[in-house]
C-alpha cells in the first residue's frame, strides 16, 4: 500500500513537473509572440527596401525634391544668364580692342604728323600714313596756290607726279572738293577705273574751313578690299592735321629761308 | 629683366610706333629699333632676340636680304622671323617664307593681327 502511495506520489509530482514546464514554454511562447508582433509593428513603420514609406514622410521628401527642382531650375537659369552676359562681355571686349586699335591708329598719325616741321618730311609722313594705316597703293598730294587757283602735285605714290594734271579750282572732282571743302568717295570702289581727274577718294586738306590742297586716291593696296569705319576717322584726322602739319612746316621752311637771307645782309653789312 | 627682347627693323618711324604699339601689350616685352638691314645686323650682333619683325621695301638693306643673312648664319638662325610689307600678292609671301621667314603680315596694318602672330612665335598663351 505504502508502495503505490510513493508511486502515486512520484507520478504526481513527474506530472506537476511536466505541467510546469508546459507552462513555463506557454510562458515563452506568449513572450516571442509578443516580440515578433512588436517587430512585425516596427517593420510595418519603417519603409523598407521596395516597402511603402509613411504618408507625412513622402510628403517631406517630396517637398524636398520640389524645393531642389525650383533650386537647380534657378542654378540653371544663373548660368545661362551669365553665360549670356559672358557673350556680351567678349563682344564687348572686342569692341573696345578694334576701338583701342584705332585710337591708337589715330594717336601715331597724329603724333608723326606733328613731330617734325620740315616740309619735304611731313610729306612723307603723310605718305606713309595712307600706305600703312589706311592701306592706299596709288595716291597724290595736291597743294591749292591761291595765285594762281590751282592745285598741283607735290608727292606721288605708286603714279609719276607728271602724271597727275594741274587742276583748276573748281574744275572736276579735285577741284570740286577743294573748293567745297567735302570729301569725296566713290559708291563702288571694286568698279572703279583709274582716273587722274576723278579719284576713288578725294578729301580736301583744310585749316577749319579753309582748303589748302588735297588728298587723291586713285588704287588701294591688292589685300584692301573696302573701307573700314576707321579709315573715314583717318581720313577726317589727315584732314585737319595733315593740313595744320603742312601749313605749319611750309611757314617754318619760309621763315627760316627768310631769317638766312637776313643773316645774310647783315653778315654783308657788318663785314 | 625683360622677358622677350624683340627687334623691329622698318624704316618708317610711323610703322615702327604703330607695331611697337601692338608689341607693348605682350608682358615683359622689350623692343629694339632699327632703321633698316644694316642697322638691324648690328643690332642683332649687340643682344639676344626672340623675335624679328621687318619690313621688306627698305634702303639700304632691305627686309629679304635680312632674313635671308639671319637664317645663314649659326648665331642668328632659330630666331622667328615675321615679314611686314605692302606686297599682298602670293609669290611675295613665298618669297620671303622660302628665305626662311616664319611668318608674313601685309600693310595696312592691324595691332591685332601684330599681336596674334607675335604670341604665337614667342609661344605665349
Not at chain 1, 610729306?123 to 591749292?144: D, K, P, V
Not at chain 1, 585749316?207 to 576707321?230: N, R, S
Not at chain 2, 645663314?72 to 611686314?84: E, F, G, L, Q
Request: glycine residues 6%; hydrophobic residues 40%.
Amino acid at each position: 500500500m505504502q508502495k503505490d502511495d510513493d508511486r502515486l506520489t512520484s507520478r504526481g509530482e513527474e506530472f506537476l513537473q511536466v505541467f510546469k514546464k508546459g507552462a513555463e514554454f506557454t510562458q515563452d511562447l506568449l513572450r516571442e509572440n509578443e516580440r515578433l508582433r512588436y517587430r512585425l509593428l516596427e517593420l510595418e513603420r519603417a519603409p523598407g527596401p521596395g516597402g511603402e514609406a509613411p504618408t507625412h514622410e513622402v510628403k517631406r521628401l517630396s517637398e524636398r525634391i520640389a524645393n531642389l527642382e525650383a533650386e537647380k531650375q534657378e542654378i540653371l537659369d544663373r548660368i545661362r544668364q551669365v553665360e549670356e552676359e559672358n557673350q556680351d562681355f567678349a563682344a564687348r571686349y572686342l569692341e573696345i580692342e578694334d576701338e583701342n586699335n584705332n585710337l591708337a591708329n589715330l594717336y601715331i598719325a597724329s603724333y608723326q604728323l606733328h613731330s617734325t616741321l620740315d616740309f619735304r618730311e611731313v610729306l612723307q609722313i603723310i605718305t606713309e600714313i595712307i600706305i600703312n594705316l589706311i592701306g592706299a597703293e596709288e595716291f597724290a598730294i595736291l597743294l591749292l596756290d591761291e595765285k594762281s587757283d590751282e592745285l598741283q602735285a607735290v608727292a606721288t605714290e605708286g603714279v609719276e607726279r607728271e602724271q597727275i594734271p594741274v587742276v583748276r579750282l573748281g574744275k572736276g572732282v579735285i577741284g570740286l572738293v577743294a573748293q567745297s571743302g567735302e570729301n569725296h568717295f566713290v559708291s563702288d570702289v571694286d568698279d572703279y577705273q583709274r582716273d587722274f581727274l576723278s579719284p576713288m577718294v578725294c578729301i580736301p586738306l583744310k585749316i577749319k574751313e579753309h582748303v589748302i590742297g588735297v588728298l587723291a586716291i586713285y588704287k588701294l593696296l591688292v589685300q584692301k578690299k573696302e573701307f573700314a569705319p576707321v579709315d573715314y576717322e583717318l581720313f577726317t584726322l589727315l584732314a585737319g592735321h595733315a593740313a595744320t602739319a603742312i601749313f605749319s612746316s611750309r611757314l617754318y621752311s619760309d621763315s627760316e629761308r627768310k631769317l638766312s637771307t637776313i643773316q645774310g645782309f647783315i653778315d654783308l653789312l657788318t663785314k | 629683366m625683360s622677358e622677350y627682347n624683340v627687334l623691329i627693323v622698318e624704316d618708317s618711324p610711323t610703322m615702327r610706333q604703330l607695331i611697337a604699339f601692338a608689341l607693348k601689350r605682350i608682358r615683359g616685352v622689350r623692343i629694339v629699333e632699327a632703321n633698316d638691314g644694316v642697322d638691324g645686323l648690328k643690332k642683332l650682333s649687340a643682344e639676344r632676340f626672340d623675335l624679328i619683325l621687318t619690313d621688306i621695301n627698305m634702303p639700304i638693306m632691305d627686309g629679304l636680304k635680312l632674313v635671308s643673312l639671319v637664317r645663314n648664319d649659326a648665331n642668328y638662325r632659330s630666331i622667328p622671323i615675321v615679314v611686314i610689307t605692302t606686297e599682298g600678292a602670293q609669290e611675295d609671301r613665298e618669297r620671303a617664307l622660302a628665305l626662311g621667314a616664319n611668318d608674313y603680315i601685309t600693310k595696312p596694318i592691324q595691332p591685332t593681327k601684330i599681336l596674334e602672330v607675335a604670341k604665337g612665335l614667342l609661344r605665349i598663351v
